[in-house]
């Protein structure tokens, strides 16, 4: 089980030699001082580690889920906190953590189905830029039918053509957004055998500002090590379309 927000900032604390170690932080909640500026350390060391490759033209795998849109007829632009959305990788809920659409994938492309008909008819979709998607479905009357294209909107929509006649679902990937620590019980989800990478990255941060040396040759090194082996496990190709919302 991946250490809570809370452990983490404890982790923290032993590695940097804080008095009272572990036990020198009970809550990260209304903390001041050098046990709150650890809090804020172990909160920005997350969120380093899941934008570290944002504009790289990787992603990690982690943070790679799956949607399903249930298609309302004659409606072929969708948000992603629409209440025809949702995320499907572990149990139908809404996603609450966004940041791009992966249909652009040719190995993996969106799939559809008409609902009616049942998920032995489903077939894939094909990605076509927005310029050709308006080019062929926002000019003149378009007649409703099975959706055959996808793509993405300016206002980071997706949008299908031609606009569904029915009820169809349609299945895909997407980016989530990054996970922010707010409560003690918080716990990253990324891999459990790398979330020491988040205790190493603000032991650094910590060591530089407290000037200690030791410090930050033993964040420097162990960091090293953790994100090396999560980028060797974790990291994927991304295919990104459409400007963020």
């Not at 570290?52 to 004659?74: C, D, K, P, Y």
């Not at 572990?90 to 996603?95: G, H, L, M, Q």
């Not at 020491?196 to 960091?223: C, R, W």
Request: charged share 20%.
């Amino acid at each position: 089980m991946n250490k809570t927000f809370l452990q983490l900032c404890q982790a923290v604390c032993r590695e940097a030699a804080v008095a009272n170690g572990e036990s020198a932080i009970t809550t990260t909640v209304g903390q001041i001082g050098q046990l709150g500026r650890i809090v804020e350390y172990v909160r920005q060391a997350w969120l380093e580690i899941q934008t570290r490759h944002q504009h790289s033209g990787l992603h990690w795998r982690w943070m790679r889920s799956s949607f399903e849109i249930t298609t309302v007829a004659n409606q072929d632009s969708y948000a992603y906190n629409d209440a025809a959305v949702q995320d499907v990788r572990s149990a139908a809920v809404d996603i609450d953590r966004f940041r791009n659409w992966m249909v652009q994938d040719d190995e993996d492309p969106p799939r559809i189905y008409l609902q009616s008909a049942g998920v032995g008819t489903q077939t894939f979709m094909t990605y076509i830029p927005w310029n050709d998607f308006k080019y062929l479905y926002r000019i003149g009357t378009q007649n409703p039918s099975q959706p055959m294209h996808i793509s993405i909107s300016p206002d980071n929509k997706l949008v299908v053509g031609p606009k569904p006649s029915g009820i169809y679902i349609i299945t895909g990937d997407y980016m989530k957004g990054v996970q922010r620590f707010t409560a003690n019980d918080d716990t990253p989800d990324l891999p459990e055998d790398f979330e020491d990478a988040i205790v190493f990255l603000a032991l650094i941060k910590y060591g530089l500002q407290k000037n200690a040396a030791e410090a930050i040759t033993m964040g420097e090194d162990s960091y090293a090590t953790y994100i090396g082996a999560l980028e060797g496990d974790q990291l994927s190709e991304i295919y990104v379309g459409g400007p963020l919302a």
